[in-house]
């Protein structure tokens, strides 16, 4: 697990000014006691490493005071802008989350702008929300947790599931989750689950990863018409919330040219924590619809975790 070292600690009781460095600063759920940042919002805490402060100070020629760039808490020892969005840190019981690399400058209207004539936090400065509060000062360690991303493939199909002939969409599934996490330098596990086309089986393994808390679930067969094409209706009925609009948009698109394609129930959605998709069961079909679902996956998911990531 790697550890980044705390080097300071500091609070501003307003907003747009540099913070100034004190012993120790206490984490609440709603960020930082009694510094201007606090609230109930995503950008409770904020943390800039030394390694970004180096960078400034060849560049500017001058020496930088821990607190300067309006950071809560200066590190050293990872470059945090490299971190993701629902990645950790935790120093014993206290736990925050990432929610934010970077943000928007201000320019010649903050005051931090006008006093270093420049700012790392747009492009390096990260921010965290508060999971468990926690006392933190100057010397501690911090451990950084990456997210891993849990994902679930399920096949449905009886003949696969009998060995009659080799299933291929489920891994052509599995290849593209893998190159797009992969791709991001994101974590992830990978679980696959070939069924017959069952209806209890299928609801047991959606009812698992419900509450197993699997961030992606993805479905391939049975979205038609067939006797056996039960799929969306069962993940329906597990929905929390339906989003329409992608599985839409596959259709039309494709079934433009192909209006067969328009003859697949295929249906998004959201179950407790999971995303849902459910596929066609042809790898020409996997192809087309994970290319238009990868488009908003990321954004999708830090939506479902209170993200706004606009």
């Given at each position: 697990?790697?550890?980044?070292?705390?080097?300071?600690?500091?609070?501003?009781?307003?907003?747009?000014?540099?913070?100034?460095?004190?012993?120790?600063?206490?984490?609440?759920?709603?960020?930082?006691?009694?510094?201007?940042?606090?609230?109930?919002?995503?950008?409770?805490?904020?943390?800039?490493?030394?390694?970004?402060?180096?960078?400034?100070?060849?560049?500017?020629?001058?020496?930088?005071?821990?607190?300067?760039?309006?950071?809560?808490?200066?590190?050293?020892?990872?470059?945090?802008?490299?971190?993701?969005?629902?990645?950790?840190?935790?120093?014993?019981?206290?736990?925050?989350?990432?929610?934010?690399?970077?943000k928007e400058c201000h320019g010649t209207?903050?005051?931090?702008?006008?006093?270093?004539?420049?700012?790392?936090?747009?492009?390096?400065?990260?921010?965290?929300?508060?999971?468990?509060?926690?006392?933190?000062?100057?010397?501690?360690?911090?451990?950084?947790?990456?997210?891993?991303?849990?994902?679930?493939?399920?096949?449905?199909?009886?003949?696969?599931?009998?060995?009659?002939?080799?299933?291929?969409?489920?891994?052509?599934?599995?290849?593209?989750?893998?190159?797009?996490?992969?791709?991001?330098?994101?974590?992830?596990?990978?679980?696959?689950?070939?069924?017959?086309?069952?209806?209890?089986?299928?609801?047991?393994?959606?009812?698992?990863?419900?509450?197993?808390?699997?961030?992606?679930?993805?479905?391939?067969?049975?979205?038609?018409?067939?006797?056996?094409?039960?799929?969306?209706?069962?993940?329906?009925?597990?929905?929390?919330?339906?989003?329409?609009?992608?599985?839409?948009?596959?259709?039309?698109?494709?079934?433009?040219?192909?209006?067969?394609?328009?003859?697949?129930?295929?249906?998004?959605?959201?179950?407790?924590?999971?995303?849902?998709?459910?596929?066609?069961?042809?790898?020409?079909?996997?192809?087309?619809?994970m290319a238009e679902i990868l488009k908003?996956?990321?954004?999708?998911?830090?939506?479902?975790?209170g993200l706004d990531t606009h």
């Amino acid at each position: 697990m790697q550890q980044i070292k705390i080097t300071s600690v500091n609070i501003s009781e307003e907003k747009g000014t540099i913070k100034k460095p004190v012993h120790q600063i206490q984490l609440t759920h709603n960020g930082v006691l009694g510094d201007a940042h606090a609230g109930h919002w995503n950008r409770q805490v904020s943390l800039l490493g030394t390694e970004s402060i180096l960078k400034f100070e060849a560049e500017a020629n001058r020496k930088v005071i821990p607190g300067e760039f309006a950071e809560n808490i200066t590190t050293e020892g990872m470059d945090l802008w490299t971190a993701h969005p629902l990645d950790r840190f935790t120093s014993g019981d206290m736990e925050m989350e990432i929610t934010q690399i970077g943000k928007e400058c201000h320019g010649t209207s903050c005051a931090i702008f006008r006093e270093t004539g420049n700012c790392v936090m747009p492009k390096e400065g990260i921010f965290c929300r508060v999971i468990s509060p926690g006392i933190l000062n100057a010397g501690l360690e911090l451990e950084y947790h990456p997210k891993l991303y849990r994902i679930l493939v399920i096949t449905l199909s009886d003949r696969a599931a009998a060995g009659e002939y080799e299933d291929r969409s489920g891994p052509r599934v599995r290849e593209l989750v893998k190159d797009f996490f992969g791709s991001q330098n994101l974590r992830y596990y990978i679980h696959d689950s070939l069924i017959p086309d069952d209806q209890h089986k299928l609801e047991e393994l959606l009812n698992k990863a419900k509450e197993e808390l699997i961030d992606l679930v993805i479905t391939t067969g049975g979205t038609g018409i067939g006797p056996r094409d039960f799929t969306p209706d069962v993940v329906k009925l597990m929905l929390d919330k339906e989003i329409p609009g992608i599985m839409e948009m596959i259709r039309m698109k494709y079934g433009a040219d192909k209006p067969a394609a328009l003859l697949s129930r295929s249906v998004a959605g959201v179950m407790g924590k999971s995303l849902v998709f459910t596929l066609p069961g042809s790898v020409k079909a996997v192809n087309e619809y994970m290319a238009e679902i990868l488009k908003s996956l990321m954004h999708l998911i830090y939506m479902l975790h209170g993200l706004d990531t606009h």
